[in-house]
Each structure stands twice: as C-alpha cells, then as structure tokens.
C-alpha cells in the first residue's frame, strides 16, 4: 500500500511544482489571443469551456491505454510503478504540454508541421507519414477490438456488422463540428473513465491494501516470457507514461482552448490524471490475484492467471474480473463502457486528427463539409480495408510507431525551447526540460525495434549489440544538437538554421 499512496501523492505533486516550472519555461502569454478566438471556423476552431476540453482531452489521450498497458506492464514487476510516476511527470506530461501549445503558438498547426517548422522540411516529410500510419493503425485497432468484444456480448450481430456501425460512427465524429458530438458526450465518458477509476481505488485501499505490490518486493524482471524489462516495459506502458499519439490529439484541444493559462491543466493536468489512472489499474491488477493460501502473491497470482487464459487477451480479462468483483453490477456497467466505448472514442479523434494533418499538409481549408469528405473519404476507405489485416500484427506495430513518434516531438520542443531562450534572454536552459526525456525515449525506442520480437528480435546473446547501436544513435542525436544550438546561439539577427 505505502507504495501506491506514495506514487500517487507523487503524481499529484508532479502536477502542482513540476508542472508550474514546465509552465514557466514555456513563457506563457495570456494576453496573446489564441487560435480558438483568431481563427473561429465553427468546425475545428470552436472556443470551448476549459472543464470541458479537459475532459475531452483526458479522453482523447486515455482509451484502452492506460488500463491495458497499465495491468501489462505490472507483469514486470513493481518497477512498472516508478515508470509511469517518473515517465508521467517529467516525460509523458512536457511531451503533452509542448505539443499542445506549440500548437496554440502555431496558429493550432496538427503535429507533423509543428516538429516540422524546429526539425526542417525532411522530418517534416517524415512526420506526415509516421503520423498518419500511426493514426490509420490506431483507427483500425480501436475500431476491431470493440467490434470483436461487442459480438462476443451481442453474438446475433456479426463481427463485421458492428464493425460497420462503430464505422459509421467514426465517420460521423470526423466530419462533424467538434462541439456537436465530441464536445457534447466526450465530457460524460472521460468523467464515466475517471470515476471507475477511484471507485477501483477506493475498494483496493479499503480491503486490499496489504496484498498491494511493493518496490521492497524488488525491482527485477518479473516477466516469465524471456523479454527484457528494457525497453519492453517502457513501450507496453506507453500512455500511462508517455505516448507519440497525444501529440496528435493535442492540437484538437489547442484549436478550442481561449487562453494560454489553460494550457497547464489541460494539457499536462490531463497527462497527469492518465498517469493517475494507470497507476490504479497496475496495483489492481497486481493486487486482485493475490492468493495467499496458495503461496500467490500479487503478481505472482497474476502469472498464474495469465498461464490459465493462454491466447486470450489477459488485459480485457483482468479488467472483467476486478471491475465486476470490487463493483458489483455497477462495476460490469463501467468496464464494459471502459473497454468498449473508451477505445472507441479514441479511435475516432484519431481518424479526426487524420483528416486535419492531410488538410494542414494540402493547404486546404475544412471549414466547407465537401472539402472534408475530400480528405476524409480516401482515410475511411484506408481504415476499413486494414480491418481485414490481422489485428496482431497491427498492434505489434503500433506500439514502435507510437514511442517514436514522441522521440520526433520531444527533440522539437527541445529545438523550440532553447530558440525561446536565446531570443528572449530568459529561461535559457529550459530546453534541458525535454532533452532528457528525448535522449532517454530516443534509446528506448532505437533498442526496442531491434530487441522486440516484432522487430529485428535479436537473440537474448545479442542483446547487447542492440543496446550498444541504440547508445550510439543516442550520442548521434545529442551532437547533432549540440552542433545545430552552437550555431543558432551565433546566428546573425534573422538568420533560421536547421
């Protein structure tokens, strides 16, 4: 228990001081008029009220994320507790807030052109991409698994029925203005996430908490499938941490945010609550097993429950049995709305977030419903023909792209915030905010696409060659910018160098 309380206190710390000094090196403006305002479409610039955009962000961010990565990650033991704690407030929480606002200070600008205008026009061409097959492959994976979970409770209505209707509904959310549909029921959903959430918490404190995993458990792998704890943990924990696909949601919010000033608790805040959530759902999963009559403690009994339900998703299973257990009917109520709206209501922002990256990219304005469908038709008929490719091989593959695409992002706020610096004299070291968190997620994600067994799987002898290339690539990025800022800071008024 000492060590869930613990965390937890921590993250709302995080929140309160770390937070306020991300703020601060941003140098906010909240006199400068934001995009919402300047930019008024009525379609994706709609001012919103700040309550309800955290909300919608949380949501955006959160899905299936924090909950299955959360209990999958548990399964390497108690250390999962000091990544998504550390991960969320000093990686996860400065990768949201500087996507979110450099987008704000980029007239709401999605993703690929913000990491664009600090990393040049060839990462820019790359981001296009890496970002729109991230979002296809998200579409796709949180569109089949809902469908695939609501036959298994509905069995009348065919797999691909509900494929077609949860469609249906993707289509709908991208095309419509955001205040009508995801403005208007993303609120209830996101609060629906939150109170299944401390309601779990409640319960677990209550009656559980003796049988709570403990750092004094040690910190060693606890995985019996032979994969490293680094960097497999720090990818299957991605959104309870830090994940590539908020960048891609937070420009959403940053078309509908009135004022600078928000942009904490919006953007970091709801960083933050996801941390929180991930955080229960770890020490629920580790807990919830526990049989001490038999020798099982915590995770130990969460291995044996796995090794019973072989081939089935273990994630979901957990998710069924502690909700329905520790809530009762009302707990079988939320988990079926956590793991088949959630994902679902991620999946469609996705597919919004799509739409605007191809519309950024052809200057094309989406403010008239024909210019949208334009955009919009060629990304349905992208998403719907992935559904018929194996749902695993798309997962394995999101979760490279995921990760990576944070490393891109993380290394364009350190390029934007030391520009921040030597232009306006303060805060001239604020880029260090992010820099370490790029260096450590650029060797995560390097080691992990060669270790991974959806990677290049080198074989447990070879380990070190993988890690031994992702330290080399890591010292690359480091000189590169080390080269690139020394020339900046000695750059003729006006002169831009990347």
């Known amino acids: 228990m000492y060590t869930f309380v613990i965390s937890l206190i921590l993250l709302v710390v995080g929140y309160l001081i770390y937070g306020k000094v991300v703020e601060k090196v941003f140098q906010i403006d909240s006199k400068r008029t934001t995009p919402a305002i300047e930019q008024q479409d009525g379609v994706d610039y709609v001012p919103l009220p700040a309550w309800r955009i955290f909300l919608i962000q949380f949501l955006n961010i959160a899905g299936l994320g924090p909950i299955f990565g959360a209990i999958m990650g548990i399964f390497f033991g108690p250390s999962a507790f000091l990544w998504i704690v550390f991960g969320t407030i000093f990686a996860g929480g400065v990768h949201d807030y500087l996507s979110g606002m450099m987008s704000v200070r980029k007239q709401g600008a999605s993703l690929p052109e913000i990491v664009g205008s600090e990393l040049g026009m060839p990462v820019r061409q790359f981001m296009r991409?890496?970002?729109?097959?991230?979002?296809?492959?998200?579409?796709?994976?949180?569109?089949?698994?809902?469908?695939?979970?609501?036959?298994?409770?509905?069995?009348?209505?065919?797999?691909?029925?509900?494929?077609?209707?949860i469609f249906g509904y993707y289509m709908l959310a991208t095309l419509l203005p955001i205040d009508k549909l995801i403005g208007q029921f993303y609120p209830v959903f996101g609060a629906v996430l939150l109170f299944m959430g401390v309601g779990?918490?409640?319960?677990?404190?209550?009656?559980?908490?003796?049988?709570?995993?403990?750092?004094?458990?040690?910190?060693?792998?606890?995985?019996t499938n032979g994969l490293p704890l680094f960097p497999m943990m720090f990818v299957s924990i991605a959104c309870g941490a830090i994940s590539g696909f908020h960048?891609?949601?937070?420009?959403?919010?940053?078309?509908?945010?009135?004022n600078e000033r928000q942009g904490r608790w919006i953007f970091y805040g709801a960083m933050v609550a996801e941390g929180i959530l991930a955080l229960i759902w770890a020490a629920a999963a580790g807990t919830f097993f526990a049989d001490p009559e038999n020798g099982l403690y915590g995770i130990d009994g969460l291995q044996a429950f796995a090794a019973e339900h072989q081939g089935e998703n273990i994630a979901a299973l957990v998710v069924d049995r502690v909700a329905r257990s520790w809530l009762g009917v009302v707990g079988g109520i939320l988990a079926i709305i956590g793991v088949i709206a959630a994902p679902i209501t991620s999946g469609d922002t996705a597919l919004r977030s799509a739409r605007l990256i191809v519309a950024d990219f052809l200057h094309l304005e989406q403010k008239t419903i024909w210019k949208r469908l334009v955009i919009s038709v060629p990304l349905f008929a992208m998403v719907f023909g992935m559904t018929f490719v194996n749902f695993d091989v798309v997962w394995r593959y999101f979760s490279w792209t995921n990760q990576t695409l944070a490393v891109f992002t993380l290394w364009a706020g350190t390029v934007f915030l030391f520009k921040n610096g030597v232009e306006t004299g303060k805060v001239k070291y604020g880029w260090l905010m992010s820099i370490i968190p790029a260096?450590?997620?650029?060797?995560?994600?390097?080691?992990?696409?060669?270790?991974?067994?959806?990677?290049?799987?080198?074989?447990?002898?070879?380990?070190?060659?993988?890690?031994?290339?992702?330290?080399?690539?890591?010292?690359?990025?480091?000189?590169?910018?080390?080269?690139?800022?020394?020339?900046?800071?000695?750059?003729?008024?006006?002169?831009?160098?990347?």
Not at 203 to 223: A, C, F, I, K
Not at 247 to 258: E, F, H, K, V, Y
């Open 247 to 258: 960048g891609t949601q937070s420009p959403l919010m940053a078309r509908c945010i009135t």
């Open 129 to 165: 991409l890496l970002s729109l097959v991230l979002l296809i492959l998200l579409t796709t994976t949180f569109m089949s698994g809902p469908a695939a979970l609501l036959h298994g409770l509905v069995d009348k209505v065919s797999f691909r029925i509900w494929l077609l209707i």
């Open 200 to 223: 779990i918490m409640v319960v677990m404190l209550g009656w559980h908490g003796s049988q709570m995993p403990e750092l004094t458990d040690g910190l060693y792998n606890r995985q």
């Open 439 to 498: 260096l450590f997620m650029t060797m995560v994600s390097v080691s992990y696409i060669l270790i991974a067994p959806e990677g290049f799987h080198f074989a447990p002898q070879m380990r070190w060659v993988g890690y031994l290339v992702a330290a080399v690539v890591t010292v690359f990025c480091l000189m590169l910018f080390a080269s690139w800022a020394k020339k900046y800071a000695k750059r003729k008024p006006l002169e831009t160098y990347y």
